[in-house]
Each structure stands twice: as structure tokens, then as C-alpha cells.
Nanobody, 119 residues
Framework: QVQLVESGGGLVQAGGSLRLSCVAS????????MGWFRQAPGKERELLAS????????NYADSVKGRFTISRDSAKNTVYLQMNSLKPEDTAVYYC????????????WGQGTQVTVSS
């Protein structure tokens, strides 16, 4: 049973930083792609960044490129999202997700963690 558990959300002022963590368990993730999504009230869920667990290749949405960094620590089975220069429009629930490399759809999701950026 795959489990993804996020942590690290909270309240931060605009311009500040937060680091989200996602601990993954239940299987070996070497053949998986891990992603960070967010969903703000009234908006669709948005894919922010992804990392291929084995090779470490990363991709970013234009909205966060240059401000957010995704990384993984294989020894800790943990994926991180370092968020810098936060803006009020980054306020959302942030989710960690996983998909097999050959699949287009993310099949495993964490419970989400709230990030609130005050102006």
C-alpha cells in the first residue's frame, strides 16, 4: 500500500520561504515519478514540479520556475519542495503525488498540506 505523507505547510509572509516534505512508503519508488501539485479555492489542481526518482530529472511549471525546487532523498524516501520568494497567490493546499514512469496519470496522493502566504 503506497502512502504519501506531506508536512511543512504553514503561514508565511510574502517573500518568505517554506520547505514541504513528502515521505513515501509502501514500495520501491525507483520506477516512479513524484510530483507536487497545488489547489487553490475555486481553481483547478495544478502540477508545479516533478522529479524522476531514479535519474533525478526535474520539470517545473512556468508559474514556479526559478522560485521552487523539487528534490528527493532516496535514503529517506522523501521528496521535497523548496519554495522561495512566496507570493500571496501561492496560497493553496499542496499535494504530493506519485505515478509509474510509463503512466500519464498520478495514481497515488497524499492528504495535502495548507500553505498560506500573507501580503
Amino acid at each position: 500500500q503506497v502512502q504519501l505523507v506531506e508536512s511543512g505547510g504553514g503561514l508565511v509572509q510574502a517573500g518568505g520561504s517554506l520547505r514541504l516534505s513528502c515521505v513515501a512508503s509502501g514500495r520501491t519508488f525507483s520506477n516512479y515519478v513524484m510530483g507536487w501539485f497545488r489547489q487553490a479555492p475555486g481553481k483547478e489542481r495544478e502540477l508545479l514540479a516533478s522529479v524522476r526518482w531514479s535519474a533525478g530529472n526535474t520539470n517545473y511549471a512556468d508559474s514556479v520556475k526559478g522560485r521552487f525546487t523539487i528534490s528527493r532523498d532516496s535514503a529517506k524516501n522523501t521528496v521535497y519542495l523548496q519554495m522561495n520568494s512566496l507570493k500571496p497567490e501561492d496560497t493553496a493546499v499542496y499535494y504530493c503525488a506519485a505515478r509509474l514512469s510509463g503512466n500519464a496519470k498520478y495514481g497515488y496522493w497524499g492528504q495535502g498540506t495548507q500553505v498560506t502566504v500573507s501580503s
